[in-house]
């Protein structure tokens, strides 16, 4: 386990490889484990560094400031303490609308994208992430803090038995979120999940001038797979990767086509 001491707080990562650099990044209520398995595969071509957000994970947080534009400074802050002149960014879920924001602000640094299930626009959340994105939740969190803890140890329950209807191995990805959402305290939760809420990409991607690969799920739960369509409409130039078998989570639906698919993109673009 490697760590960053940043300004912002601790920044947990996993790193493997030689070679270029990658970036992976994570989505909402996952951490760096969500990569766990394209980190060895991938890390034969490139070095990969799989970043856990500030307060997800093992990365500690001084900032209080668990909003998807203060994760792009997150990472902006990371490739430069770690030497990255430029990389590509690939970004689960959350992660995907983290890369193609840092890859508006600062696109001499991103050399290409790649967004698996990611929202262009965040009222393509389920119904339930909707819920979830709510800042009456942290007030009234930090007015009755033990309603958290119940309705965390309430929750992790609901995510192994829901896990069966995002993924073709609920097992596996049950166990995966439900050990991540252990770790999560109350603001990172809810932040996140409500500025991605509140981001809406449509008007400004199509200003992006480097490789950009959308992997879509066509059974996916969480984000509307339709965002295939939304990211191709507001940017020509993207290229789509539909995953017919697969939900939110191709990297475990169907790992072999998904980590090529991958490769290529980052090989050959």
């Known amino acids: 386990m490697a760590t960053l001491v940043t300004d912002q707080g601790i920044v947990h990562y996993e790193v493997y490889g030689r070679g270029r650099p990658v970036l992976l990044l994570h989505g909402w209520l996952n951490s760096w484990a969500v990569w766990r398995d394209t980190i060895p595969l991938l890390g034969r071509d ?6 856990d957000f500030l307060g997800f994970g093992d990365s500690g947080d001084q900032s209080g400031n668990f909003s998807v534009t203060n994760f792009v400074t997150m990472v902006e802050t990371f490739m430069d303490r770690m030497g990255i002149a430029k990389a590509p960014l690939v970004g ?6 983290v890369s193609l924001s840092a890859a508006l602000r600062t696109p001499e640094r991103v050399v290409k994208v790649i967004v698996v299930g990611s929202p262009i626009q965040g009222s393509s959340l389920s119904p339930l992430l909707k819920m979830a994105a709510s800042r009456t939740w942290i007030s009234l969190g930090e007015k ?56 809406d990409l449509r008007n400004s991607v199509s200003r992006l001038n480097m490789p950009v690969l959308g992997v879509y799920g066509k059974k996916d739960i969480i984000v509307d797979p339709k965002q295939a369509q939304v990211l191709k409409a ?12 697969s939900g939110h989570f191709p990297m475990m639906d169907e790992p072999e086509r998904f980590h090529l698919t991958l490769r290529d993109f980052l090989q050959n673009g």
Request: glycine share 10%; aromatic share 16%; hydrophobic share 40%.
């Open 234 to 245: 507001c940017l020509p130039s993207a290229k789509v990767a539909w995953f017919e078998r």
């Open 144 to 199: 009755q803090p033990a309603l958290y803890h119940v309705f965390q140890t309430g929750f992790r329950p609901f995510l192994r038995g829901y896990a069966y209807f995002m993924g073709r191995d609920g097992g596996q990805l049950g166990r995966m979120l439900t050990d991540d959402v252990s770790k999560l305290a109350l603001a990172p939760f809810i932040e996140s999940i409500t500025t991605l809420r509140e981001t």
């Open 46 to 51: 490139f070095r990969m560094y799989a970043i």
């Open 92 to 97: 689960h879920s959350m992660g995907g609308t």
